[in-house]
């Protein structure tokens, strides 16, 4: 059984800064990816930033140069250092791991943490 813990949401001024953290237990087989989505009522979720294997990113245009995204491989956690951070920013953020079983790519995802930036 794979799980997904998120960490680190809150509430904060504009301007201000949080890190969000997910910790991914149980047998995930060849991560190749790991992200960081959000949901903000009545929108899609979209992308937000998300980092390979070998270090390499991807940041939505609203989030470049504000946030970051980073990864310890070791103990399978991904980081997202969220700073600046705007009224806009507000949504639930959901983690999200795919791996590769079988050669088929799996999606595992958190169960959303909250963050909330107060203007």
């Known amino acids: 059984q794979v799980q997904l813990v998120e960490s680190g949401g809150g509430l904060v001024q504009a301007g201000g800064s949080l890190r969000l953290a997910c910790a991914a237990s149980g047998k995930i087989f060849s991560i190749i990816t790991m992200g960081w989505y959000r949901q903000a009522p009545g929108k899609q979720r979209e992308l937000v930033a998300i980092i390979s294997s070998g270090g390499s990113t991807n940041y939505a245009d609203s989030v470049k140069g504000r946030f970051t995204i980073s990864r310890d491989n070791a103990k399978n956690t991904v980081y997202l250092q969220m700073n600046s951070l705007k009224p806009e920013d507000t949504a639930v953020y959901y983690c999200?791991?795919?791996?590769?079983?079988?050669?088929?790519?799996?999606?595992?995802w958190g169960q959303g943490t909250q963050v909330t930036v107060s203007s």
């Open positions: 999200n791991v795919v791996g590769v079983d079988a050669a088929r790519p799996v999606y595992y």
